[in-house]
């Protein structure tokens, strides 16, 4: 008997595994894209549903606070793998993006509705952000575990960008230029009719992806495919204990959490941003897409780069973040035209925030595998899930305080 299972946990992987992760991806870049429906295309909601600015800065707010049961989900993760998990997240983003569908003619209802349904997508914030390690070294060989985790992790925010170019473009902005009132009453209801759409759209996509999800999604492989995903972990509260002592750990944690989560509500609300500085929805919408979309090319490559050359993942880190660090110095001058004279136009607006996104998510991988060596033997799941909560309660902070300045 001994002899007979020496061979697996010396390695053995599955081609399933792939399929696995297309599964949590593709759930993750669902609960993006439901996450940022609104920002995009605030304008136009705001004339179609009666949404304030209060409105739009909390239908972003409720992805942080879904954060709230985050130690829950990771226990549940902890104890009975990730099928579990996985089914009750995607149950919650079926019921939270079918409340969002719900054809009621009166606006105060809707409106309630569908801060119901954000709420209930944000609380499947925890596991699609927080499992990607955890399921990189269930599936995976030690030599693709950055990439599959950059992978699982970056779909998550390329949902997001994707939400900046679909809604843009399929939802028209309100038409000012008219002032007939059945023109205007026609233009409105012409915009809620391609906003339910969407919404509609999402819906089954949702859908689709819950049911592939119950028909097949192991918790973990026959045999694990190294010796790392087959050794005894720390337990639940070991590892906090273990966690909340290492202070290189809560060092990394805070150089996380501060820059990304904070960028990640900016970005949510980047319309409502930069209005002011009459930079149009579609606009704002193709910024935010392509800074997203550049962060999670550049973050795939950068992981499978750190597959094949370990011990450089700090290194990479001060690469990017001084990266970043410029991209925003740019990006603030440029705004601050009354003190700088530095010209503010689209190119520079584009380029600036486009950096700024690529330097950040694709950070985000790097920052997991750094994680997860730092603390091992201590759980992926549970890790991962204290530096998420942390870097969303930077991103409330921030949301929080857009919620009194849209005044």
């Not at 996985?86 to 606006?107: N, Q, Y």
């Not at 209801?189 to 759409?197: F, L, P, Y």
């Amino acid at each position: 008997v001994p002899v007979r299972r020496l061979a697996p946990l010396a390695g053995r992987v599955y081609g399933r595994r792939w399929l696995v992760l297309l599964l949590f991806s593709l759930l993750g870049f669902a609960q993006g894209l439901l996450w940022n429906t609104w920002g995009p295309i605030q304008n136009s909601a705001r004339l179609a549903f009666g949404f304030s600015g209060w409105d739009i800065a909390l239908l972003v707010f409720w992805g942080p606070i879904g954060f709230a049961p985050c130690f829950f989900f990771m226990w549940l993760m902890d104890k009975k793998g990730l099928r579990v998990t996985v089914l009750l997240t995607s149950s919650l983003m079926v019921l939270g993006a079918g409340l969002r569908c719900v054809p009621v003619s009166d606006l105060e209802i809707r409106k309630k509705l569908i801060h119901g349904g954000q709420l209930l997508n944000g609380l499947a914030g925890p596991t699609v952000m927080n499992a990607a390690p955890f399921l990189s070294t269930t599936w995976f060989s030690p030599d693709e575990r950055a990439t599959a985790t950059a992978i699982a992790s970056l779909l998550n925010y390329l949902g997001a960008a994707g939400a900046f170019l679909v809604g843009p473009l399929v939802v028209p902005s309100p038409n000012t230029t008219s002032h007939l009132p059945l023109a205007s009453q026609s233009n409105t209801e012409h915009i809620k009719d391609r906003i339910e759409a969407v919404l509609y759209a999402e819906f089954g996509m949702v859908s689709l992806i819950f049911s592939a999800a119950l028909a097949y999604f192991p918790s973990r492989p026959p045999f694990p495919p190294s010796v790392a995903a087959a050794s005894q972990r720390l337990s639940y509260r070991r590892s906090f204990c273990r966690l909340l002592s290492n202070f290189r750990f809560l060092m990394i944690a805070l150089a996380y959490a501060i820059p990304l989560g904070v960028f990640s509500g900016w970005s949510g609300v980047l319309d409502l941003i930069l209005t002011p500085v009459h930079v149009s929805q579609v606009d704002a919408g193709w910024i935010g897409f392509w800074s997203i979309v550049g962060g999670c090319v550049v973050g795939i490559a950068m992981a499978r780069f750190a597959d094949f050359i370990r011990g450089m993942l700090k290194f990479i880190l001060l690469l990017l973040l001084s990266g970043a660090t410029l991209a925003s110095t740019w990006f603030t001058l440029t705004c601050l035209t009354s003190v700088t004279h530095l010209p503010l136009t689209t190119a520079t607006l584009y380029t600036s925030c486009i950096l700024l996104g690529i330097f950040l998510n694709s950070s985000v991988p790097i920052f997991f595998e750094l994680f997860v060596e730092t603390v091992y033997p201590v759980p992926e799941g549970i890790t991962c899930g204290v530096v998420t909560f942390l870097s969303n309660v930077f991103m409330g902070v921030l949301l929080f305080f857009l919620t009194f300045y849209h005044t």
